[in-house]
């Protein structure tokens, strides 16, 4: 097979009690690996079987393949968007963060804005667009300006994301994932990787 389902950077249990661990198995273990899956018997015996992820996402942009390409994708950058060791931005991060949005807090209510206002399902993000930081959404399985924006974290939206723990309650799950889980290091890497230090 291809295409494999990454490890999880952290016990299944270690994001309790925000997210608990019956929700991390079944949507690392079921969700996240039925994407894998489904991307796998769709690039049978086609070229895409012998592409990098993010070419067969950057090369397809619509349709069935694509929405199990992005969704592979976007879990895995999800578990790495994601720590049980608490951090706050810091450094380069901090400093763009600041010019940007004003504050860190700023920033924390723009991301929980757009992660309220996605209608459906989809994703969260904080990207870097090439001039500045924004806080964004996007539909369904779709990645950030269309494969434009470099993506430094994101919160995933989808139902199957947060309602064994939170049931209809979005905006619980928005607010301690913002206030307890995200990895602004993680951030900071992309962001340094980005704009070449
Ligand atoms: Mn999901």
Known sequence: MPFTLTELPYAGDALEPHISAETIEHHH?????????????????????????VDVILSVMEGPLFDNA??????TFYWNSLTPDGCEPEG????????????????????AAAALTRF????????????????????????PGRGEHVPLLNIDVWE??????????????????????LNWRFAEENLLRATGG
Do not use: C
């Open 29 to 53: 273990g079921k969700h996240h690996a039925e994407y894998v899956q489904n991307l796998n018997e769709m690039v049978e015996g086609r070229p895409e079987a012998e592409m990098s992820l």
């Open 70 to 75: 992005a969704q592979v994708w976007n879990h």
């Open 92 to 111: 380069k991060l901090e400093e763009r963060i600041r010019q940007d949005f004003g504050s860190v807090a700023g920033l924390k209510e723009e991301l």
């Open 120 to 143: 459906g399902s989809g994703w969260a993000w904080l990207v870097w667009d090439g001039e500045r930081l924004q806080a964004t959404s996007t539909s369904n399985a779709d990645v």
């Open 160 to 181: 199957h994301a947060y309602y064994l723990d939170y049931r209809n309650r979005r905006a619980e799950y928005v607010e301690r994932v913002i206030e307890h889980l």
